[in-house]
């Protein structure tokens, strides 16, 4: 079955690539001034905007932009939840797949948009650049195709800020949500109205009605708006979900306005929002969606698994010495880790992660030594956890380190949450793939317990998982895309912490499935 779904997937490509078109962009990224919260203030942005440009394309389209940088930063671009099928030169994480675009350089980045539909986005993948170098990237059915629900009167996108969308009373809207948000997310909800949520992270759900949408960093939410109420005014607001209350956030909400035409009210209808801290409302939805099974580019679970991985994820300490000056203990920054390794980039090293694994001289790069499991077991998600626990286990060693994948082998992975700061909601994000998400819970997984929940019918697919807070998520995908891939915390202070790790997925049987040659114009370090 593995290889029947890869073959297909493969044929699809080259079919698509017959019959599609090529979207061609040019971004100018550079410092702008803004006004923003009454004051100017330099940013950093695309083609003089604020988000950047939206990217529209067609399933099966070829996508092609070629990014100047004319800013002082080096950087990269990201294109979220694009597979990237045998053009990972493409991905965009810096020192991962590329090094950076240097400060008067450029770089194309080229890619096809075979077997996926829905709202992806794009965004900076170098430092907190992401804050104002994003913008969305729309994938609609090729010509000819259609939605696998009703007709939609108009589509409208909505990235995390202030906007104003003017609707007719009786029609069905597609509100496009995405957060680009750093390190927040959010609940969203529009005053009076139920929402239908038909995609997530561009893979088709079965109908889901809700008043509350809940989206962490990197996710997005296709839902459709039905404007059946009365002529007027309806707040639709973003309020942060904070699941972890000891951690100070911006708890400020942001709203916009859907405005009915014909409206003459002054004052508009506000939503009874949640709690900020409503992790039982966060939880309901985030696993009551189901996947569309059988519906377009549906892929079903693979069930014969390769490799099996527990990776326990969290935030803990370093070491004071990686400090200049040093540090006490009360005075200790910040890490992050999975399975105790504090994920490093390599920068300095000459070359990319990728450019070592094609040149197959991946010495001083990385190593290909990550553990399939913690190096210790322990009560994962006690509050207490840290009472009796050896200091030194609270400081993971920093470490440059990939699981080596077999082309086209099936991974299953629970991924644990722990206790040693903090328990938090952390939102996973894989770079190259989808996964299958079987099953979500609060506490320690145990695997008697928690397999016969599995959902093998029609669970949720995405690339970005929220982790419940103190809890676990299983996902399963098939390793179908040589490369180099990275599997991080999507809460942007997390990944310079070393809340990351990656895969390396080898090349398959014949070259037409192997990593292809990097391109002539690809970023030196």
Request: glycine share 6%; aromatic share 12%.
């Amino acid at each position: 079955m593995k290889r029947f779904v890869f073959w297909v997937f493969a044929l699809l490509l080259a079919s698509s690539l017959a019959h599609a078109a090529i979207v061609e962009h040019t971004f100018n990224v550079e410092d702008i001034s803004v006004q923003r919260l009454c004051r100017e203030q330099v940013i950093t942005a695309v083609n003089g905007t604020l988000p950047g440009p939206t990217i529209n394309a067609r399933e099966g389209d070829t996508v092609v932009v070629h990014v100047f940088n004319k800013s002082p930063y080096n950087l990269t671009i990201h294109w979220h939840g694009i597979l990237q099928f045998l053009t990972p030169w493409s991905d965009g994480p810096e020192f991962v797949t590329q090094c950076p675009i240097h400060s008067g350089s450029s770089y194309t980045y080229k890619f096809n948009l075979t077997g996926q539909e829905g709202t992806l986005w794009w965004h900076a993948h170098s430092s907190f650049l992401r804050a104002t170098v994003y913008g969305a990237l729309f994938i609609r059915p090729r010509q000819g195709h259609s939605y696998p629900f009703p007709k939609v009167y108009q589509e409208v996108p909505i990235l995390l800020g202030t906007y104003q969308v003017k609707v007719k009373q009786g029609k069905t809207y597609l509100l496009r949500v995405i957060n680009a948000a750093l390190n927040t997310q959010h609940f969203f909800q529009i005053a009076n109205h139920t929402l239908t949520v038909v995609a997530i992270d561009a893979a088709y759900t079965n109908h889901y009605d809700t008043d509350v949408l809940v989206l962490a960093p990197g996710q997005t939410v296709d839902v459709l708006l039905r404007t059946n109420q009365r002529v007027g005014s309806y707040y639709m607001a973003f309020s942060p979900y904070h699941s972890a209350p000891l951690i100070e956030i911006n708890a400020n909400i942001t709203r916009g306005l859907i405005i009915y035409d014909g409206d003459t009210s002054s004052k508009p209808v506000m939503p009874d929002l949640p709690a900020q801290t409503d992790t039982e409302k966060a939880h309901r939805f985030y696993t009551n969606m189901t996947g569309l099974a059988g519906g377009p580019h549906w892929v079903p679970v693979p069930r014969h698994v390769d490799e099996h991985m527990f990776i326990t994820f969290g935030i803990g300490y370093t070491v004071c010495s990686n400090f200049s000056g040093g540090c006490t203990e009360s005075t200790r920054p910040l890490s992050a880790n999975m399975n105790n390794e504090s994920f490093v980039l390599p920068r300095g090293r000459g070359v990319s992660m990728l450019e070592a694994f094609y040149g197959n001289n991946v010495d001083g790069v990385y190593t290909r030594d990550f553990p399939n499991r913690p190096p210790v077991e322990f009560d994962y998600t006690n509050p207490n956890i840290t009472t009796g626990m050896p200091f030194a286990f609270q400081i993971a060693p920093k470490s440059t380190k990939v699981k080596t994948l077999k082309f086209n082998s099936t991974v299953e992975i629970v991924l644990q949450n722990t206790a040693i700061i903090t328990t938090e909601n952390h939102p996973m994000h894989i770079h190259g793939f989808n996964f299958h998400v079987l099953a979500q819970g609060f506490g320690n997984y145990n695997a008697t317990r928690d397999e016969p929940k599995f959902n093998f019918l029609n669970p949720q697919i995405r690339n970005t998982i929220s982790v419940p807070v103190g809890g676990w998520s299983v996902i399963r995908f098939q390793a179908n895309n040589p490369g180099v891939w990275l599997v991080h915390c999507h809460l942007e202070t997390h990944l310079p912490w070393g809340l990351a790790m990656a895969f390396e997925v080898e090349n398959g049987p014949t070259p037409s499935f192997s990593v292809p040659a990097p391109p002539a114009d690809l970023p030196k370090c």
